[in-house]
């Protein structure tokens, strides 16, 4: 059974910034575009990054020129740099398939604020 596991998230200030892992077991990342989601209290769970297979990237406007999606298939894993950070970041943030997700993992727990 495929599992995701996030990692990275933690308290920061605004203006900060995280570097979030994506570590899948089996070999999922193989031809297939994978992306970053975040979900925030009340909110529904919006996709904000993606990445193909040949690395062409995409962003949802609210992250674009702050957020860096890349991948490491040889270690079956995706990152999101976050720079720049605003309190309207704060969300769990979990990566998986685009545009059909595999069950989800846990996510990670971004907060940004002072």
């Known amino acids: 059974q495929v599992q995701l596991v996030e990692s990275g998230g933690g308290l920061v200030q605004p203006g900060g910034s995280l570097r979030l892992s994506c570590a899948a077991s089996?070999?999922?990342?193989?031809?297939?575009?994978m992306g970053w989601y975040r979900q925030a209290p009340g909110k529904q769970r919006e996709l904000v990054a993606t990445?193909?297979?040949?690395?062409?990237?995409n962003y949802a406007d609210s992250v674009k020129g702050r957020f860096t999606i890349s991948r490491d298939n040889a270690k079956n894993t995706v990152y999101l740099q976050m720079n720049s950070l605003k309190p309207e970041d704060t969300a769990v943030y979990y990566c998986?398939?685009?545009?059909?997700?595999?069950?989800w993992g846990q996510g990670t727990q971004v907060t940004v604020s002072s």
């Open positions: 990445i193909t297979s040949s690395r062409w990237t």
């Open positions: 089996g070999n999922i990342f193989s031809g297939n575009t």
């Open positions: 998986n398939e685009v545009p059909r997700p595999l069950p």
